[in-house]
């Protein structure tokens, strides 16, 4: 059994209060906006479940994801209402998106906003819960040691990485603040690691890379072309479908809960997360304490990140990314 800190057991007490159904309409989360909450009489009738998926994504470093799982936070906090927890290791944004439309999963725990602006441009069900992460150091254009080094040094060149993601929004992003567009330069759809491996066999001129994929490729030699910082908000975030949170609202209040339950054991027991997630990425207890500085978990849905997630969506339209717009503040569930 894994010891709880004061503050965990308070938030996990919380949590099985409210799936045993103690639910209640709170303030918005993001200032100026007004997201429609889940109706009382649309859950009266809910069915009953008896387990949640959730995503377990380690990159680029998600540290809540690596301490919520071999703490057991989450399993702890739904146990004791007889409901199990399960993990997928779908790691793309419309891998996710597409296992949460078809019901397989429940809860997106880390997901770019990218993606799901994505996903809800094209229709998808898709509502954020809260924010997991914000992170612009975190995500890199990287390129071999005599590679390109400017926006116009990368026309012509081949770049490889994750479609319809932070990273591609980076790469855009990148490109037009030379003056250059995506027809500048031949894509390669891939992975992180497939960009990393091609990257390193000399396939690619440079390599759409995050976190520990960016850290081992530096250490082995290549450098950093750009960074998100002033390119992309970075934004990651917890999403759900509206009608599972429509349906089960105690249950999503009860996974916010556990989230702050997780973030509160990262406070408490600084180094204990940190070495979970060295052991997990198999980097050094230094790197990964290094690289956690790059990173803003604050889980609360701010005005300055429905900011981004606009900027983001607008970046979308002008890149052809998305066909129309989507309505951002309807995208954020009430707080419960």
Known sequence: MTKKTPKLAVALALAGALLAGCSAAGPDRASGTDPVAPSAAATSAAPEI?????????????????????????????????????????????EQTAALAS?????????????????????????????????PEAFQLVAGPNG???????KGKTVAGPKGTILHQLL???????GLTAEDVTFV????????AALAGGSVDAALLAGPAAYQAVAEGNRTVTDGTGLVGATIVVATSRTFATEHPTVVSA???AHHAVLDYMAERPDDALAMAAD??????????????????????TAADVASLKATEEFMLANGMIEHRVDIPGLILAEG
């Open 50 to 94: 008896d387990k949640v998926a959730v995503t377990y994504v380690t990159a680029p470093l998600n540290v809540p994801s690596i301490v919520e799982r071999k703490a057991g936070i989450f399993a702890d906090a739904f146990s004791a209402s007889g409901i199990d927890v399960t993990y997928s290791e779908l790691t793309t944004g419309p």
């Open 103 to 135: 019901g397989d999963i429940q809860f997106l725990f880390g997901v770019g906003a990218t993606s799901v602006i994505l996903a809800a441009a094209n229709g998808a069900d898709i509502a954020v819960v809260d924010t997991y992460s914000r992170s």
């Open 148 to 154: 390109p080094t400017s926006p116009a040094e990368l």
């Open 172 to 178: 855009l992003a990148y490109l037009a603040s030379g």
């Open 189 to 196: 759809d891939m992975p992180i690691p497939d960009a990393h």
């Open 255 to 257: 996974f916010v809960a």
């Open 280 to 301: 997990e990425t198999g980097l050094s207890l230094g790197a990964v304490r290094g690289m956690f500085q790059q990173y803003d978990f604050s889980p609360t849905v």
